[in-house]
């Protein structure tokens, strides 16, 4: 495999036109594949989980700065999401060539490589971040939604304060599951981040392959 080749993110699906993933930009939205999370309520499985994965063939990269050519003028940004793109070592140039053409950036992550998002907020591939806060920012609370390690919170942390010093626009949201976010919990999450762009977001029990929770992990 060539190095090329090794640097080129794993594309699981392309919407072609989206007015609701990033309010007020009229955006295409890339999905990677992948993720090392595995949150229960997520409702793109075929980008999480591994069998999935393999059975989805990836959409290719020519495919998506084919299209993303051919609308310039229409469009006005993309939104890259997932799965989890940072995991990706070929985004930075991914994003880079999205900025040649032309388009804003959206970038939706969990914040557990801080490396990478400072380098994207510096570099200006980024124009907005969208960060996902699980739960109250510390293992035992965030370890009821998603299995994580000690040191992946601490990169959660760490992408919070990056995000939280500026350099790009930003919001962190949570979504609330129930039973997990009550009402008192949603209040306290309230205060925590009261100096950011904090929202909610209502958990949707659907998807086309069911949520994560439908599927074992092997």
Excluded at 55 to 78: C, H, I, K, N, Q
Aim: net charge neutral; with cysteine; proline share 6%.
């Amino acid at each position: 495999m060539s190095g090329m080749e090794k640097e080129r993110i794993r594309i699981g699906g392309l919407v072609k036109q989206s007015f609701v993933d990033w309010d007020g930009v009229l955006s295409a939205v890339v999905f990677t594949k992948g993720c090392n999370f595995r949150c229960s309520y997520c409702h793109n499985p075929a980008l999480v989980v591994p069998a999935l994965m393999r059975e989805r063939p990836d959409v290719a990269e020519s495919e998506v700065f084919d299209y993303l050519a051919r609308r310039r003028g229409w469009l006005d940004g993309v939104v890259v999401t997932g799965g989890e793109p940072t995991l990706h070592a070929g985004l930075p140039a991914f994003l880079e060539r999205v900025k040649a053409l032309g388009y804003r950036v959206k970038l939706d992550t969990n914040g557990t490589n801080p490396e990478m998002l400072r380098q994207l907020i510096a570099s200006g591939a980024v124009d907005f971040v969208a960060m996902d806060i699980k739960h109250f920012p510390d293992a035992e609370h965030y370890g009821a939604v998603t299995p994580l390690s000690q040191a992946m919170m601490d990169n959660v942390l760490r992408s919070i304060g990056i995000l939280r010093r500026g350099g790009t626009e930003y919001e962190l949201r949570t979504t609330l599951l129930p039973g997990i976010h009550t009402p008192p919990v949603r209040e306290t999450l309230r205060r925590m981040f009261a100096d950011c762009r904090y929202v909610f977001h209502e958990f949707r029990n659907t998807g086309p392959d069911g949520l994560v929770a439908d599927y074992p992990e092997t």
